[in-house]
């Protein structure tokens, strides 16, 4: 299914969008992608939700990308006796690991690792950062605090801790069953929650053994402080900009995504921008003016993803929430400025043959009236690698394995066409043009350029590049191959 854009659209599933025809629905409007959340729902819905995309995907002929996001620990307080009870700034308020319910003093929190962690002067969150508590004296199984902004304090409200790096996992044992269902389910993608540190991903890489790739959320300030080792570890980044700005100052986040968003395009690994980007969508049919700013903002910058999550999973108006971003993404693209901003910031260090073909790919493709790059992989690498130089013109994936088709939906400005095994280089160059003529990318007597590898089917040999027209009697006349 051809789109107009480059950036793609993550859609989360919920109760909106459920049924088969809400999700082809959310497909057909643009949704390239689909996040199951491991937050909501029992093995069975997800199971049914991932059978529908996948029957969806025959249906159209299409490969779909599928995300399953998984939960992460969940550092929550107790319940309290009233149901609640109204913190006042100044008040002292102590949280220990006693399980009697809570009063207007004090509060089980039943987590000794964040008081292993907590030193005096740390800061306490509690109700998404609407509460602020400062650590006057700590211990193994308490913590004194003094009510620094007040409010209503309730049964199981979530707890962060911005200022220090938690003895914690990524992973509970939620997760790990999560992790171990959805990797036998087939998912593509599998988005880590709570990632402080590259170990966490590391962690969460043995217990996938390759049968997803590896997406870790930056919603910790450690994460952002050991981004680069996170990165390196990583297949790709989703910025978490919600939990993000609950740890952070907010007026830190927006320089905080654009720079991680332009590591990511360096290393040439997608980066989903997410949280809120339509959040009015939930109750209205119009998203407000300042949204419709975040997500332009977010696609200025080079993300190759934007996301939706209430809006798609439990809104009033889930198909328009999708049309939205996808009008947004092709005005903006067809924006001069948007050009001479992905030119602009292409600054990458090359050092491999297959980085001086896709450069050259782009070069060529750029300077003469090309109309596509078509480029055969295996492991995907070529067409991120390709991605990542922001052609003005269509990039077409070509593969024969439809796990790597998927992975790609991902992937700025890669559209995936599934070929059968290879093993001659013209039969790539036909391939190609067939593909580019069926897609609607070029006539017959246009040309495309095809980057690949010699021997084929081996990952990581990218070595040729050529320049081919779309007509076969053409191809077989001028390509003794």
Same mark, same amino acid.
């Given at each position: 299914?051809?789109?107009?854009?480059?950036?793609?659209?993550?859609?989360? !599933?919920?109760?909106?969008?459920?049924?088969?025809?809400?999700?082809?629905a !959310?497909h057909?409007?643009?949704?390239?992608v689909?996040?199951l959340?491991?937050?909501?729902?029992?093995?069975?819905?997800i199971r049914?939700k991932?059978?529908i995309i996948?029957?969806i995907?025959?249906d159209?002929?299409s490969p779909?990308?599928?995300?399953?996001?998984?939960q992460?620990?969940?550092?929550?307080?107790?319940?309290?006796a009233n149901?609640e009870?109204?913190?006042?700034?100044?008040a002292a308020?102590?949280?220990?690991?006693d399980t009697?319910?809570g009063?207007i003093?004090r509060?089980c929190?039943?987590?000794p690792?964040?008081?292993?962690?907590?030193?005096p002067?740390?800061?306490l969150?509690?109700?998404d950062g609407?509460i602020r508590?400062?650590?006057?004296e700590?211990g193994?199984?308490?913590?004194?605090?003094?009510?620094?902004?007040?409010?209503?304090?309730?049964?199981r409200?979530?707890v962060?801790?911005?200022d220090?790096?938690?003895?914690l996992?990524?992973?509970?044992?939620?997760?790990?069953?999560?992790?171990?269902?959805?990797c036998?389910?087939g998912?593509?993608w599998?988005?880590?929650?709570?990632v402080?540190r590259?170990?966490?991903?590391d962690?969460?890489?043995?217990l996938?053994?390759?049968?997803?790739?590896?997406?870790?959320?930056?919603e910790k300030?450690?994460?952002?402080?050991?981004?680069?080792n996170?990165?390196?570890?990583?297949?790709?980044?989703?910025?978490?900009?919600?939990d993000?700005?609950?740890?952070?100052?907010v007026?830190?986040?927006?320089p905080?995504q654009k720079?991680l968003v332009?590591k990511?395009?360096?290393?040439?690994k997608?980066?989903?921008?997410?949280t809120?980007m339509?959040?009015s969508?939930?109750?209205?049919?119009?998203p407000?003016r300042?949204?419709?700013?975040?997500?332009?903002?977010?696609?200025?910058?080079?993300?190759?993803?934007?996301?939706?999550?209430a809006?798609s999973?439990?809104?009033?108006?889930?198909?328009?929430?999708?049309t939205?971003?996808?009008n947004? $993404?092709?005005?903006?693209?067809?924006?001069?400025?948007y050009?001479?901003?992905?030119? +602009?910031?292409?600054k990458?260090?090359r050092t491999?043959? +297959?980085d001086?073909?896709?450069?050259? $790919?782009r070069?060529?493709?750029?300077?003469?009236?090309?109309?596509?790059?078509?480029?055969?992989?295996?492991?995907?690498t070529?067409?991120?690698?390709t991605?990542?130089e922001?052609?003005?013109?269509?990039?077409?994936?070509?593969t024969?394995?439809?796990?790597?088709?998927r992975?790609?939906?991902?992937s700025?400005?890669?559209?995936?066409?599934?070929?059968g095994?290879l093993?001659r280089f013209k039969?790539?160059?036909?391939?190609a043009?067939r $593909?580019?003529?069926?897609q609607?990318?070029a006539?017959p007597?246009?040309?495309?350029?095809?980057?690949?590898?010699v021997?084929?089917n081996?990952p990581?040999?990218?070595?040729?590049l050529?320049i081919a027209?779309?007509?076969?009697?053409?191809?077989?006349?001028?390509?003794?191959?």
């Open positions: 299914m051809r789109r107009f854009r480059n950036v793609k659209i993550v859609a989360t !599933l919920g109760p909106a969008s459920e049924t088969y025809d809400s999700i082809r !959310l057909e409007a643009g949704a390239d689909f996040r959340n491991m937050s909501h729902g029992d093995h069975d819905s049914e991932h059978r996948r029957q995907e025959t159209l002929d779909i990308c599928i995300l399953a996001d998984l992460g620990p969940k550092l929550r307080v107790g319940s309290f149901g009870e109204e913190l006042v700034p100044g308020f102590r949280m220990d690991l009697a319910e009063t003093d509060v929190l039943p987590h690792e964040i008081f292993a962690a907590l030193k002067g740390s800061s969150l509690v109700n609407k508590l400062k650590v006057t700590c193994a199984d308490f913590a004194e605090t003094q009510v620094v902004i007040g409010g209503a304090i309730s049964n409200k979530g962060n801790v911005p220090v790096v938690l003895p996992a990524a992973l509970s044992d939620k997760d790990r069953a999560d992790l171990e269902f959805v036998q389910l998912v593509d599998l988005a880590l929650s709570f402080q590259a170990k966490d991903v962690e969460a890489r043995a996938c053994k390759g049968r997803a790739a590896i997406l870790s959320k930056i300030p450690s994460a952002v402080e050991w981004f680069d996170i990165l390196a570890a990583s297949d790709g980044i989703m910025v978490a900009r919600g993000l700005g609950v740890e952070l100052p007026q830190n986040v927006p905080i720079r332009r990511c395009r360096a290393a040439a997608p980066v989903i921008v997410a809120q339509l959040e969508m939930v109750e209205s049919p119009m407000t300042a949204e419709v700013s975040d997500v332009a903002a977010a696609i200025y910058e080079g993300a190759d993803a934007i996301m939706l999550s809006e999973a439990a809104g009033d108006y889930p198909v328009e929430a999708v939205t971003m996808d947004v $993404a092709r005005e903006v693209e067809s924006d001069p400025t050009t001479e901003i992905m030119e +602009a910031s292409r990458i260090k491999s043959i +297959a001086g073909i896709v450069a050259a $790919a070069e060529i493709a750029e300077a003469t009236d090309i109309k596509a790059i078509c480029c055969f992989t295996q492991s995907g070529t067409a991120l690698l991605a990542r922001r052609p003005r013109v269509p990039i077409m994936a070509l024969n394995l439809r796990g790597t088709a992975r790609l939906a991902l700025w400005g890669v559209n995936c066409v599934m070929c095994e093993e039969l790539a160059v036909i391939n043009a $593909a580019a003529r069926a609607g990318y006539e007597l246009d040309q495309i350029v095809i980057t690949a590898g021997p084929f081996v990581g040999t990218t070595n040729i050529r027209p779309c007509q076969e009697s053409l191809i077989y006349s001028t390509d003794p191959g």
